[in-house]
């Protein structure tokens, strides 16, 4: 439907005009990736990973930057992959690494799955292909954390593969410069197509980096730079007058609501407080944590205080003189909302390695170092404040 009509309905029920008379209505794709190319080769940013245009790109520092970057922003990922790169600036480095040292640098950058599977990456890639990564998108896929996104920026960027790397920003993009009424989920493998139809056989890498650039510092979700955009005269929705309508809204499922308790576990004779690791598979897997219950979708697991102090004598193995703290714990998650109880106590007489499995004594200035997971360090904060 690009430029045909002079109405444009899309799935909100938006009605706008349709300056269909002010474009080009070029959209073939070697023009756009032209067009494309040429605003990215003038107004790239200097980000930590990149090399000068042209100069060949290390495997290693790519395959480490797009894993930062899934579900990151830029602003978030430059400290930590300079950081990474400082403690282990080749593949060989990091799979040697010892895997709570890379924990505690991967600390605050969430999804700590990525730091489990990097390592496992690292290692494989290591031991098994000698330190040298696939240059195939096929290659890269069987890899441990490297998703169908990653594993074509990877090949686009690293190798100059021909390859069509779409995540959101991209799916956003597109849906608006052809004007695709359908919710991104449902956008892939055409957005793919398209894609994959304007990546130049000379810059494959180039063209990925500058279709996520122009996603992230123009085609942005709120607010696209149109009158910037080197699409502005192909574009469908930049002929709009609100551009940012595209791509259609799935209509939200709410997140549901969990909840549960928490316990903070403090030691006579100067120990310090109870950390256990987390089970390896699911949320948090792998990671050091306060011990906590079950965390539940039923209402009123941690609505009443003396249902906090029974789950504190059922979960834990030791008597202690449990309190409930006023304060609650609030987290999100990617798919529910958490609210935690915080019940706090102590244990008497010495230290035993198996009285916890996997847990461990530290104290508060200790625990500051840890690679603690964000809502674990939201239980320290408030026990710190209430202690
Ligand atoms: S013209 Fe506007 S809506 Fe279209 S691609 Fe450019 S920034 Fe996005």
């Known amino acids: 439907m690009v430029g045909s009509d002079i109405i444009v309905f899309n799935f909100s029920g938006f009605c706008g005009l349709n300056m269909a008379s002010a474009k080009s209505n070029n959209t073939n794709p070697t023009v756009l990736s032209r067009q494309l190319l040429k ?37 978030s990922v430059t400290p930590y992959y300079l950081k990474f790169l400082k403690n282990w600036p080749n593949v060989h480095k990091l799979a040697s690494a010892d895997d ?108 990925a980096e500058a279709c996520m650039e122009l996603g992230a510092t123009v085609c942005r979700a709120r607010n696209p730079a149109c009158d910037i955009c080197p699409w502005l005269k192909s574009c469908h929705a930049g002929a709009s007058a609100t551009p940012e309508m595209w791509p259609v809204r799935s209509p939200k499922t709410p997140k549901p609501h969990r909840k549960g308790w928490v316990f903070w576990v403090e030691r006579d004779g100067g120990e310090g407080v109870l950390l256990v690791r987390r089970p390896p598979k699911g949320l948090l897997g792998g990671m050091m944590g306060f011990p906590t219950t079950e965390w539940s979708t039923q209402a009123g697991t941690q609505s009443r205080n003396d249902e906090g102090l029974r789950l504190a004598s059922q979960t834990l193995p030791k008597a202690g003189d449990w309190q409930v703290l006023e304060a609650r714990i609030k987290h999100t998650f ?45 239980v320290f904060a408030v026990a710190q404040k209430q202690g």
């Open 39 to 75: 605003w990215f080769d003038a107004n790239r940013r200097d980000l930590a990973w990149r090399t000068a245009p042209g100069v060949a790109r290390d495997p290693y520092r790519v395959w480490l930057s797009e894993v930062m970057l899934q579900q990151t922003q830029v602003v």
């Open 100 to 207: 709570d040292a890379v924990m505690v640098a991967w600390a605050g950058l969430g999804y700590y799955a990525r730091a489990r599977n990097l390592l496992k990456c690292a290692r494989q890639v290591s031991l098994e292909l000698d330190g040298v990564f696939p240059d195939s998108e096929a290659g890269l896929l069987a890899l441990p954390g490297i998703g169908p996104y990653s594993a074509a920026a990877i090949a686009a960027i690293a190798f100059g593969r021909k390859a069509a790397a779409v995540d959101g920003n991209v799916v956003r993009v597109v849906a608006r410069l052809d004007g695709l009424d359908r919710p991104p989920a449902k956008l892939k493998a055409k957005v793919g197509a398209r894609v994959m139809g304007m990546v130049p056989k000379a810059r494959p890498g180039d063209f």
């Open 334 to 378: 990617t798919h529910f909302h958490l609210e935690l109880g915080v019940v706090r106590g102590r244990w008497a007489g010495a230290w035993r390695a198996d009285e916890v499995p996997g847990g461990d004594w530290y104290r508060a200035n200790e625990l500051e170092k840890q690679a603690l997971p964000s809502v674990m360090r939201k």
